[in-house]
């Protein structure tokens, strides 16, 4: 049974429930308010997970680059690793490499109605979704896939064209994790960790939270609250919510995903930035060079089903089956004796499911759960230009936004309601 309630008195400005890259970013640039970042996890970064082995930084979450200029700070890099421009699809047994995409599809020699169909959704790609064969569709799907974990069918028809887009892979010495380091650097105490949020309710002239943090349970009081969860934990925390808010939280939908690092000495590969493998149980293949040295990292990614049924699996088990995978590829020697290191870990929510449903009719109004409470993260960030709430920019982008509301609030409308609710 959980200990009584606590109240502690004290009114924040602002407490930001999430410290992933949205609320570590609103954190930073509210921090000379009375402010706290409350994080349930014994660490911060949200879906950016860095872990090191054998002196390789290595990442499990968002894998791709950071970009410096949009954060709130200047920020101390390390040097970035460029990586091949080549990228390739495993299909009928081998690896076909091209430059792009379509480059690499055409290098399938594909029968000339798949050739057309492909031609008619490079020029259409919103209206020709739907007229794909089932094997141009695998196929396209694979690539779609390097950066959404659903099928292309499931999101906007603006959105269908990433499936034609080359991603870069270059990413820095120590990993995203340097990041992280330096947010917490500069928030010190503001930001805590192992601190659980229960329950938002937001009263008549305040916002009351009800936390956990390891035996005890505490009440803290704000005058405003950014809620960054992903939104089925947002779901679960707000008391009330008001509509259209409510309905598009219970929209959001998430694809699951899976990734297994794997860390060779010495060891010489094809030069690729990533394969899709849609004839393979593994989705994507990201490969990591080092630098002054020969060692690789392999990131396998698995998504949907796939990576739910890799949930039930010991890890052991999932790193053999993706050893074996690689060893099908023709990309080099690959052998359990150049392993350095493994590591598995499961995103149940590893992105956004950017559908009609959700994102359709995107309004403002549906990231105000309600009167002193903002949604912020990547997935609110989206506008009717151009839907992309996906990704490391988008979280910080969120952030900042998010920031923007809670200071027009904070310094008009709450002093304004503080008068009326005393008269």
Known sequence: MLPPVKSQKAVYDVVIVGGGLAGLTAGYLLKDLNILVLEKEAQAGGRILSHSAHGIPYDLGAVF???PGSLPFTVNSSGLIRESEQIGIFYGGQVHYGSSPIDCLKKLELEQNYLQELENFQVHPTQETERLSDKLYTLVNAFFQVIHPGDIWDYLPSLQQDALIKFSTDHYETSNGELIEQFQSHLGSILKLNTQVIEIIDNKTCVQLIIKTADDIDTLWAKTVI???????????????????????????????????IGFKNLELTSFAYLVTPDLPSATIIQHNIQHNRNKVLLVYYVGEVSAQLE??????????????????????ISEDKVLFTDVHHWPMVGTIISEDSYGKWKQQLSHPSRRVWLAGDYVFANTEQIMPYGM?????????????VKQYLNKEFLAELITNNI
């Open 393 to 405: 920019e988008a979280a910080i982008l969120s952030g900042k936004q998010v920031v923007k509301k």
């Open 227 to 261: 809620l960054t969860t992903p939104a089925p934990i947002a779901l679960s925390l707000l008391k009330s919510i008001q509509e259209p808010c409510q309905s598009f939280l219970q929209s959001v939908q998430y694809g699951r995903g899976t990734v297994v690092a």
């Open 65 to 67: 680059a950071y970009n």
């Open 312 to 333: 039930a699996i010991p890890n052991q088990q999932i790193i053999q089956q993706t050893l074996e995978i690689l060893q099908q590829l023709g990309i080099g020697d």
